[in-house]
């Protein structure tokens, strides 16, 4: 993977497949039309990272495509590996590392307010900190940036909990580590977050 300066940004993504996408929203909305809106999100996405001045890899749940709307000729695709959603973001951020990225980002892309400005900031911001956490309004984060792997914030955790971001920063804090926060932002996971949201459109009522 060629460096483009010392940053990497990892974007999360599950691969589009109906059934396999935003199980929880599915519930409300159907398969199908909860793959139209991770399309959605997705595309929201590739707009906010797109002309970051950072290397970027999108790292797959279960296979790499040989086609995507996230991939781009300067975009590395990747697998994730570990058996849980934690070790998966520790895992790529110890292939970031070893890579000879020194500030590296991690995103998902259930977030439609993410902006080129919030990506830029996280890394500014893990100039001085070193641990930058964009916190979710569901308690959760939407962004986890390090300057150094940091096994104890993704393993043997407990994920998807309203308490996952103070858990996150008492785990900071006990290991004598700085953290600096992102301004909230708003994630779709469920049916009330995409009524909340500009994606909602009268016909899914």
Not at 71 to 77: F, G, H, K, Q, R
Request: aromatic share 8%.
């Amino acid at each position: 993977m060629k460096s483009r300066n010392d940053k990497l940004l990892i974007v999360f993504s599950k691969n589009p497949v109906a059934g396999w996408v935003k199980t929880r929203l599915a519930a409300s909305i159907g398969d199908a039309e909860a793959l139209r809106i991770y399309e959605q999100l997705r595309e929201l996405t590739k707009q906010a990272t797109t002309g970051i001045d950072a290397s970027k890899a999108i790292a797959y749940s279960d296979f790499i495509p040989n086609t995507d709307l996230l991939l781009a000729p300067d975009t590395e695709a990747w697998l994730q590996q570990g058996s849980d959603l934690g070790e998966r973001m520790h895992r790529a951020f110890v292939k970031g590392f070893s890579l000879g990225f020194s500030r590296i980002a991690l995103i998902g892309t259930d977030c439609p307010e993410l902006s080129p400005f919030i990506l830029d900031l996280a890394f500014t911001k893990l100039e001085t900190s070193d641990v930058v956490l964009g916190p979710a309004r569901d308690g959760g984060f939407y962004l986890v940036a390090l300057k150094r792997p940091f096994p104890e914030l993704f393993l043997g955790r407990i994920w998807s909990t309203s308490s996952v971001l103070n858990d996150s920063q008492r785990i900071v804090r006990e290991h004598g580590k700085s953290c600096d926060l992102l301004p909230a932002l708003s994630d779709i996971d469920t049916i009330d977050d995409l009524k909340a949201s500009s994606l909602w459109t009268p016909k899914q009522s």
